[in-house]
């Protein structure tokens, strides 16, 4: 939650009133990519404080399953937000275009 604070003040500095009209979704999107880059951040920080190759080995796959889900909720989160200005046919191929990221990152070996 911190990050989220930090951030806004960041972006209240240099936008000033920009930083107050920024839309809710745009927030949930960056917020977790915050909440992403803390998982990651704590992750090396356990990953150094372990100092066992087996141990970081362990977190990281951990980490294997943080990455694509915040990834696929963010995204899923942005297409909800401009599904109605866009046809169905760029959704589908938006659509098919995670689903191949996804079958890249899961099923192929």
Same mark, same amino acid.
């Not at 979704?25 to 992403?36: D, E, H, P, Q, Y």
């Not at 589908?92 to 191949?100: E, K, L, R, Y």
């Given at each position: 939650m911190n990050c989220l604070i930090s951030a806004y /003040?960041? +972006?209240?500095?240099l936008y000033k009133e920009d930083a107050m009209k920024i839309d809710a979704? *745009?927030?949930?999107?960056? =917020? $977790?990519?915050? $909440?992403?880059a803390a998982i990651e951040l704590s992750a090396a920080i356990v990953m150094l404080s372990f100092n066992d190759v087996k141990k970081a080995l362990a977190v990281n796959t951990l +980490?294997?399953?943080? @990455?694509?889900?915040?990834f696929?909720?963010?995204?899923?989160? @942005?297409? *909800?937000?401009?599904?109605n200005e866009l046809s169905l046919f760029k959704l589908?191929?938006? @659509?098919? =275009? /995670?689903?191949?990221i $996804?079958? @890249?990152i899961y099923v192929v070996k």
């Open positions: /003040v960041v +972006l209240a500095l979704t *745009v927030w949930t999107m960056a =917020g $977790l990519r915050f $909440l992403s +980490l294997a399953v943080v @990455g694509p889900t915040i696929f909720v963010v995204m899923m989160i @942005g297409l *909800v937000a401009v599904a589908v191929w938006i @659509g098919a =275009g /995670v689903v191949c $996804l079958i @890249g």
